[in-house]
């Protein structure tokens, strides 16, 4: 199999990456950034457009498909049946100034690209997981000068308990990992300071890959 990471040059996306590398596993990265270059698969573009999706190669379904064991199965050079969503923005906006079209950035950053990967893992046969990073302090209470962070994370945690619901009886997964506050650039790049409670990416990669491994693992070894 391989594995798809949306953001996948950010901080989190960048150790996530590594940390599914570090088992075997192939990954295939994405990034808006078209000067980006990498010895990994990269797909270059917009994750929460659609013709984004309709380019992304589906690899072949047959590499993974005669494996004896998961370990084997898991580090084939199989079709994409894993997608970590690390693609966000963090604005600080109150709610008294959030435009309409700054609402709709957040959650065409946060979370449409969990929607459409979400569908492009359902079109093709289980088991496939779906890891969507949301729900840290400030998306389960309200609070000053996040309206759009927060708004988006809302709607991302929506968005993952329907999707666990619709595919409920199928070997279709999705993780919605309540990851608190991470040390990544995000913070310098709005102009905060990191909080004193976060943690490293590769601490909370390490935790979030290890868990989608697990979930993969039981639907494969249910269908031996």
Not at 40 to 52: A, H, K, L, W
Not at 161 to 172: L, M, S, V
Request: hydrophobic letters at 40%.
């Amino acid at each position: 199999m391989r594995a798809f990471v949306l953001g996948g040059f950010g901080g989190i996306g960048h150790a996530v990456a590594c940390a599914l590398k570090k088992r075997g596993i192939q990954v295939v990265l994405s990034t808006r950034r078209e000067d980006i270059e990498s010895d990994d698969r990269v797909i270059y573009g917009q994750p929460s457009e659609q013709r984004f999706w309709d380019n992304t190669p589906v690899f072949d379904e047959t590499k993974d498909s005669q494996n004896n064991t998961f370990e084997d199965w898991l580090v084939a050079r199989g079709p994409i049946r894993l997608v970590f969503v690390c693609t966000g923005s963090l604005n600080f906006t109150d709610s008294l100034h959030t435009t309409p079209a700054a609402l709709h950035d957040a959650i065409d950053a946060h979370v449409t690209p969990a929607l459409l990967a979400a569908q492009y893992l359902t079109a093709r046969p289980g088991p496939t997981c779906l890891a969507v990073l949301g729900s840290d302090p400030y998306s389960t209470e309200g609070t000053i000068d996040l309206c759009q962070y927060v708004v988006a994370k809302h709607a991302l945690a929506g968005l993952a308990a329907c999707i666990e619901e619709d595919a409920f009886g199928t070997r279709h997964r999705v993780e919605h990992f309540e990851v608190g506050n991470v040390d990544t650039p995000l913070w310098s790049g709005a102009g905060a300071d990191v909080p004193d409670d976060a943690e490293t990416p590769e601490i909370a990669a390490e935790r979030m890959v290890e868990k989608c491994i697990d979930r993969l693992k039981e639907d494969w070894t249910a269908m031996q």
